[in-house]
């Protein structure tokens, strides 16, 4: 199969057939992980969910009494569509993320299975960590594509994405680093047999 198509082309395909809805399946037990590493449990905070999909994810934070604000965005027209369709009480913002940034800095971010999407993933991490993030404020991603993962290697062609940046757990660490995250740390969650687990990083501005 040819590897022809952006991911946000894609994604948007996805969305129109209903795919998105076996992400959010696939993908909670290791955002709810994620979640309950990283949301604070009793101070207020603000969210932005990089690459939110259908917004579940925001739609699941919006609901806890100490969100101030959860935002979603995502480049893919249909994605955001859904999101909106299903909340009209949050925000989502149709974008790629690269060419955004909040009208104020958020407390935590948060993105499932998205940067590295990108070509080059260190441009993303610098621009949430200068642009989207408070002082003190938190990153935490999620990524089930990467070295370790060797069962991931063939899904740029099967899944006929143009851009998937394959790196290992070291060179995403390294990143964070070079993008000035301090406290940096990575665990994996759901490993089983031909399966490395998510591979979830988080550091702090
Ligand atoms: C694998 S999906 C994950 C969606 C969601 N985080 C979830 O767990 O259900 C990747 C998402 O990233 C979005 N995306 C990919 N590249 C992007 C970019 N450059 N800017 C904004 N969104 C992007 C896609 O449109 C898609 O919705």
Redesign the pocket.
Known sequence: MSTSKT??TV??EWAQIGK?EG??RH?REA?ENMLAFALPSDQDFSFI?A????G??VRRVAQLAHCQLAVG????VE?IAKAQRLDVANRYVL????DWSPEQTVNLVH????LY??TKPLAVLQHIYKNWLSTEGRLIIGLDFYHENTVSHDWPEDCGISIMTLLSEKQWLDLFQQAGFQNCKTWRVGAKENWAGTLVLTGIK
């Open positions: 991911p946000i994604f948007g998105d992400m959010e993908h955002v969910d690459g939110c999909g259908n579940w994810v965005v995502d480049g893919a994605m974008t790629d993320l690269l993105s499932m299975e998205v999407y990108f």
